[in-house]
Each structure stands twice: as structure tokens, then as C-alpha cells.
């Protein structure tokens, strides 16, 4: 069965730190990669996707993320995070040709200001 | 212009009612789904509707039954409300570009809570 793992669920940081939330999954097909941002009381917001092309994509506020097909890993980074970055990150994956998204657990960030 | 809206925001209710959630896409969108995020904001797909056909249908108790009366809508109704119901839903809905799924939009969650 497909899965997806975010192993990072609870990360602290301060402001001006780097960031970096892993995800892998488990598919051996092609896919298309998303994050999503959850903040405090709010829906769940895209925050990048990759679908092809150059495997480094920019979202939006100044994430990016990598795509490693040999890892099966899209990891979410970000180089100076700031206090209003504080939010639940979630992984999403989509088997091409398939209307199914696979979420990660999550991963909440808390950022001190 | 609201994307994807639910109603009601929150919902609260004993065991045993029947009740249900509404959700509406203004955005032209072929297919809809309903998530469960539970306590642990793990968020799991229930069911996928692509032009009012049922596509996917997770393992979900019988006693959830989604109901999409044209493809701007999609409702979820509950019968016999259980503790472990207890959760936020999330309606969302996406375009199919070239037999690709493009990104998911989300509304803003119902928060049931059953007593």
C-alpha cells in the first residue's frame, strides 16, 4: 500500500533559522508531489507542487522543496523561517492517473520569536 | 469569492443522531472529496466524487454516505453518530488537466463533535 512518512512531527525553531521537513513515500510509479501549510484554526493551503521538470521547485513565502526520485523524498526547506511560519506542514502525494492524495502525518512547526 | 465552502463550521451533537455536512466549489472543478482529520491531525481520504460518479471509497463505516447532487456540490451524511466520529472534516475538490490531477483545494473544515 502506498504511504507517505513525514518523520520530523514536532519541530522548534527560532526566528532566522533554516528549516528542512522531510518526506518520503512509498510509490514506485510516477507521482506528483505537494505541501500543504495548515495555520493555527485555518484550512489546509498549497504551498508547492512538483508534476515534472526541474526536480527544485519555489512556493510560495520563500519555501522550496527537492524532489530525489532515488529517494523517494520531497523534503520541504526553507533558509530563515519566521514566527508567522508557525503551522502544521503536511506531505502529499498523488499517483499520477489516480484521483487519490496520500497525506503524511504532519509535522508541526513552532517557531519562537 | 469563497473556492470551496462547508457548512456547518462547527457541528456538535449527541451519539446516535444522523447529521449532515454540506459542501460547495465554485471553481469549475471536476472532482470532490471528503478527508477526516482526526485528534492527531492525521488526514485520511473518505471518498472522491468526479463528476457526480463515486470514484474512490476508502474504508469508511456504512454509516457515512456521500451524496453529490451535481458537480459543484458534494454533501456527506451520517447516520448513527458514534464517539469516534468525533474529528474535522475537510471538503476539497481538484481539475483533472490532460488526466492529470491538479492541486487540491480545500474548504475550512467542519468540527464535529459528538457527545
Known amino acids: 500500500a502506498q504511504s507517505v512518512s513525514q518523520h520530523n512531527h514536532h519541530v522548534i525553531l527560532s526566528e532566522a533559522a533554516s528549516l528542512e521537513l522531510g518526506c518520503n513515500y512509498s510509490?514506485?510509479?510516477?507521482?506528483?508531489l505537494f505541501w500543504y501549510v495548515q495555520y493555527p484554526g485555518q484550512h489546509l493551503q498549497l504551498l508547492l507542487k512538483y508534476f515534472s521538470g526541474d526536480p527544485l521547485v519555489k512556493g510560495i513565502k520563500g519555501f522550496e522543496a527537492e524532489f530525489i526520485k532515488s529517494k523517494f523524498s520531497f523534503n520541504l526547506r526553507k533558509p530563515s523561517v519566521q514566527w508567522s511560519d508557525t503551522a502544521e506542514y503536511f506531505c502529499a502525494v498523488n499517483p499520477r492517473g489516480f484521483n487519490k492524495f496520500y497525506f503524511g502525518s504532519g509535522t508541526k512547526l513552532n517557531v519562537k520569536p | 469569492d469563497t473556492a470551496v465552502s462547508q457548512t456547518p463550521k462547527y457541528l456538535v451533537t449527541q451519539m446516535g443522531n444522523d447529521k449532515s455536512i454540506k459542501c460547495e466549489q465554485n471553481l469549475g472543478h471536476d472532482t470532490m472529496y471528503w478527508y477526516k482529520q482526526d485528534s492527531k491531525k492525521f488526514l485520511k481520504i473518505m471518498f472522491s466524487?468526479?463528476?457526480?460518479?463515486?470514484?474512490i471509497n476508502e474504508t469508511v463505516p456504512n454509516r457515512f454516505s456521500p451524496k453529490s447532487p451535481d458537480k459543484a456540490h458534494l454533501n456527506l451524511h451520517i447516520n448513527s453518530l458514534e464517539l469516534g466520529d468525533s474529528a474535522v472534516y475537510f471538503c476539497?475538490?481538484?481539475?483533472?488537466?490532460?488526466?492529470?490531477?491538479?492541486?487540491?483545494?480545500f474548504g475550512p473544515g467542519t468540527r464535529l463533535t459528538v457527545l
Open positions: 510509490y514506485g510509479g510516477t507521482v506528483n
Open positions: 476539497a475538490s481538484s481539475q483533472d488537466i490532460s488526466g492529470r490531477t491538479d492541486t487540491q483545494y
Open positions: 466524487y468526479n463528476n457526480k460518479e463515486l470514484i
